[in-house]
């Protein structure tokens, strides 16, 4: 059973920049598994933000980047804003049409 | 302008079915694939089901086969979940998604692009 992992929660100062990662339970994570990060604000459909790694989706502020950072994929904020107070997911493409899900992290921006 | 409206939720009793379907607009709905992406109350996240362009493939997370199909209308424009066999834990807003690559592209990135504002599923006696 493949576990992608991220941390439960973070926090940032507005201004700041922080990076969220994304692992998995059992080997590294690599661009094979094409990684990507949605956005979600509560009550609010999820907002795709990067795919194929470190590709901005459109309309997404040049503030948020997506890389390989060791064995995990990572979500870096840089200058973070008082909006992006929200929950983030990365997903991994496992191959053989299945994706998994990763729990999510609930960045609070203070 | 991209848009993803799902309908079908309802209230449902274990064991009970419902479909739900999505309806895209504003893209060629017969050249993307196309997800089923659910979330639990005060849950993450979880692909659910994929369905290639022309119908050919359709993929499923473990705890849905079986009981859940996904199909498409493409001279509808339309998408559907079938559910059957439903389950309290089946309990969810269930988001209809486009997927990022469409038919022909040079290379897939294997990703969602486009999401519905989702319909929810209550499994309950």
């Known amino acids: 059973q493949t576990v992608v992992t991220q941390e439960p929660s973070f926090s940032v100062s507005p201004g700041g920049t922080v990076t969220l990662t994304c692992g998995l339970s059992?080997?590294?994570?690599?661009?094979?598994?094409?990684p990507s990060w949605y956005q979600q604000t509560p009550g609010q459909a999820p907002r795709t933000l990067i795919y194929n790694t470190n590709t901005r989706s459109s309309g997404v502020p040049d503030r948020f980047s997506g890389s390989i950072l060791g064995n995990k994929a990572a979500l870096s904020i840089t200058g973070a804003q008082a909006e992006d107070d929200s929950d983030y997911y990365c997903?991994?493409?496992?191959?053989?049409?299945?994706?998994?899900f990763g729990g999510g992290t609930k960045l609070t921006v203070l | 302008q991209v848009q993803l409206v799902e309908s079908g939720g309802g209230v449902v009793q274990p064991g009970g079915s419902l479909r739900l379907a999505c309806a895209g607009s504003?893209?060629?709905?017969?050249?993307?694939?196309m997800h089923w992406v659910r979330q639990a109350p005060g849950k993450g996240l979880e692909w659910a089901a994929f369905?290639?362009?022309?119908?050919?493939?359709?993929y499923y997370v473990d705890s849905v086969k079986g009981r859940f199909t996904i199909s498409r209308d493409n001279s509808k424009s339309t998408l559907y979940l079938q559910m059957n066999s439903l389950r309290a834990e089946d309990t969810a807003v269930y988001y209809c998604?486009?997927?990022?690559?469409?038919?022909?592209?040079?290379?897939?990135?294997?990703?969602?692009?486009?999401w519905g504002k989702g319909t929810t599923v209550t499994v309950s006696s």
């Open positions: 059992s080997g590294s994570v690599s661009p094979r598994f094409y």
């Open positions: 997903v991994l493409y496992m191959g053989g049409g299945i994706w998994v």
């Open positions: 998604v486009k997927d990022g690559t469409e038919y022909g592209d040079y290379e897939d990135y294997y990703y969602m692009d486009v």
């Open positions: 504003g893209f060629t709905f017969r050249s993307y694939g």
């Open positions: 369905i290639r362009y022309d119908e050919e493939n359709k």
